[in-house]
């Protein structure tokens, strides 16, 4: 596939308007998202400029730009409203497409380059630190990995990188790329994984997983090596609480963790201890609405950014308030 040049902005980025009515949730008694939390869809299928094929992962830097990966390979650079700065291309793409991205505390970005078993580094303009590559060999080593599905950082600077396949596991790196300690194997007990697609580390050091195929987030204590279980919560379903393949998380900093479930076509919304505190999202093309859904950002201001995968798209909505302001309330429960 040859590079894509940059074009016109005025191109890239499709305001929809808001319909007066959102389409109900998939589930028997909901009331659909209020229509007023959305604030923006935009993004449409293509190849040009600021358009998208599946888009995929989705991070934002302290200046609430957006970096967004999908199926051509491509990391395109948005404005929180949608408009493109900037884009580029992982260097191979024949076997397969990365998964997912992260913005590190030093600014690089990781990128796990799922099907050639690395993971990539970045500049935040896009320039490749290939001599900080970590991987590249398939196998069951220490260094070596499955398919690649997520990078995330610990108060130390260590690096988790999760995959899955015959592995299903994470391993853990120092900030340099030097290997530490690995965790999990396949399967469905306590410490075991299903495809770990997502993950976070919080304030105290503790991984969460969103272990997609078990359709559960498990929790370990991460300061210590290998990592401990702590606890898990979620089990397969369409009811509140239960989840479908969980493909991404996010903290607010206000206590609560959103889940984005790509089985289900909702975030959902739960406090610390694995209690749901409400959905937002369902079935369908309309905004607030979803298909398939890969993963979601909270930016700056409060604004969720979802990736609409399935729906070549990504839609913002307002879903947590700054202090100061009136509790934003777009988060069903019944």
């Known amino acids: 596939m040859s590079n894509l040049q940059p074009r016109s902005p005025s ?22 998202p209020p229509v007023e939390s959305v604030a923006e869809v ?26 967004i990966i999908d199926m051509t390979s491509r990391i395109q650079v948005f404005d929180h409203l949608g408009k493109l700065q900037n884009f580029w291309k992982t260097p191979e793409c ?56 997520d990078v995330v950082e610990d108060s130390q600077g260590n690096l988790y990188v999760s995959e899955y396949g015959d592995f299903d596991r994470i391993q853990k790196f120092t900030s340099d790329g030097k290997y530490i300690c690995s965790l999990g194997a396949h399967g ?29 987030i498990q929790v370990f204590d991460a300061t210590t090596e290998p990592p401990t279980f702590k606890f898990s919560f979620g089990s397969s379903g369409s009811g509140i609480g239960e989840l479908s393949y969980p493909y991404n998380m996010l903290f607010d900093g206000q206590g609560f963790l959103y889940v984005c479930e790509f089985g289900n076509h909702r975030l959902q919304k739960f406090d610390l201890e694995g209690n749901s505190h409400g ?16 993963g979601m950002t909270l930016d700056s201001q409060g604004y969720f ?20 302001e009136p509790p934003i309330d777009c988060w069903q429960t019944e």
């Open 305 to 324: 950014h979802v990736i609409d995968s399935y729906n070549h798209r990504v839609q913002r909505f307002k879903g947590v308030a700054k202090e100061g």
């Open 94 to 149: 024949v076997n397969g497409k990365p998964c997912g991205i992260s913005i590190l505390r030093d600014g690089r970005i990781a990128v796990p380059d799922t099907h050639y078993f690395r993971v990539l580094f970045y500049t935040p303009e896009g320039q490749l630190l290939s001599e900080q590559t970590i991987g590249g060999q398939n196998g069951r080593g220490e260094g070596e990995f499955g398919f690649l599905t």
């Open 42 to 67: 935009w993004g449409r299928k293509g190849l040009d400029d600021g358009r998208f094929i599946k888009p995929r992962a989705i991070a934002v830097d302290e200046s609430d730009q957006l970096y």
């Open 188 to 216: 469905t007990e306590e410490g075991e994984f299903l495809r770990p697609q997502g993950m976070l580390v919080d304030e105290k050091d503790q991984l969460w997983v969103a272990d997609a195929c078990n359709h559960r």
């Open 11 to 32: 191109r890239q980025t499709r305001l929809i308007l808001l319909f007066p009515l959102v389409a109900c949730l998939l589930f028997v008694g909901c009331t659909p």
């Open 279 to 294: 959905i937002w999202g369902g079935p369908g093309r309309e905004p607030g609405q979803l298909h398939q859904p890969w």
